[in-house]
């Protein structure tokens, strides 16, 4: 049976009801009722009066709403109708929503000289998959695809993009065309990014593993907020990303791991020093010395 999960997000407007399985494949935006024609169930969130817009994408229903009411008050009774409709119907959208979603992929720079962001109008994936070397791709088949390319050296696919770091020996004007035409025609055949036994790996550098928020102490509860709402924005759209992984008191030192594009970044230093730590120590006076990549 599915279910919803509501998850808050950074924006106090928008909630998430998540569910446990694919909604759909494409990605749309609502603005208003009019613009509905595939989906009975938008078509009844637009008639409530709170309903400011809809997105769908991959397995959420994002809703914005008017200041007319706090989602406290209403997200509860609004999970239990889209799960109930969700499992009557067998799904969110009637057949218009079969119609085929062009699939556009274009390159972006990153401040790393040696990784490009190819970014695509698709949900790919809604973890951090970073892969170093052919052995890791296993599990990973657009990864693995890609390392059949003698030019790619690391693939980092997060979300709508994918970025990918080239050998030193080729430029990218070389193999820029070639990278675009194998994502696109790969998300096109609706492969999977990864398979059913693929597990994000554990970083060998100082065994790095994702951090659960709920047990840190305040601070570090703190520290990840403003990473989530200040800093990665910027570092994703760089085509990297940014983990919190740990906070010592006694040094005020806090320890992050760099990924995509900002690993092995020749501004990364700087990004640190300019971007990250200055924005904590104002955010949180006297609480912080120094931020490190324990990752490089």
Same mark, same amino acid.
């Given at each position: 049976?599915? %279910? ?41 969130? @637009?008639?409530? &009066? ?48 079969? =119609? ?16 490009? %962001? ?22 990973? &088949? ?8 003698? @030019? ?48 994000? =790996? ?49 040094? =005020? ?27 904590? =120590?104002?955010?949180? &006076? ?11």
């Amino acid at each position: 049976m599915l %279910k919803i999960n509501i998850e808050n997000t950074n924006t106090p407007k928008i909630i998430k009801f998540v569910a446990n399985e694919i909604l759909t494949e494409g990605s749309f935006e609502y603005n208003n009722i009019e613009e509905v024609d595939n989906s009975t169930l938008i078509q009844q969130l @637009f008639h409530l &009066p709170f309903v400011k817009k809809v997105f769908v994408t991959a397995n959420f229903i994002a809703i914005e709403r008017f200041n007319i009411v706090e989602w406290a008050d209403v997200q509860d009774e609004l999970k239990v109708v889209i799960e109930n409709y969700l499992n009557t119907n067998g799904g969110l959208f009637t057949q218009l929503e079969q =119609k085929k979603v062009n699939i556009e992929v274009y390159g972006e720079s990153t401040p790393n000289p040696s990784v490009m %962001k190819f970014v695509t109008n698709k949900l790919l994936t809604s973890q951090n998959i970073e892969v170093t070397s052919v052995e890791e791709a296993e599990e990973v &088949p657009m990864a693995k695809g890609l390392f059949d390319l003698s @030019f790619v050296k690391e693939v980092f696919i997060s979300e709508n993009y994918v970025s990918i770091t080239k050998v030193e020996a080729i430029e990218w004007f070389e193999i820029t065309t070639d990278l675009r035409n194998f994502l696109r025609d790969y998300i096109k055949s609706s492969k999977p990014i990864v398979t059913e036994n693929f597990t994000p =790996k554990v970083n060998t550098v100082s065994e790095i593993e994702s951090v659960l928020v709920e047990n840190l102490d305040d601070i570090s509860k703190e520290i990840v907020a403003i990473l989530d709402e200040y800093i990665k924005p910027a570092v994703t759209s760089d085509g990297g990303n940014i983990m919190f992984q740990s906070y010592d008191a006694t040094s =005020k030192v806090v320890n992050v791991v760099l990924q995509g594009a900002c690993s092995g970044c020749p501004s990364s230093t700087i990004t640190l020093k300019n971007g990250i730590e200055a924005t904590l =120590k104002q955010l949180l &006076p006297n609480k912080i010395e120094e931020v490190v990549a324990i990752n490089g």
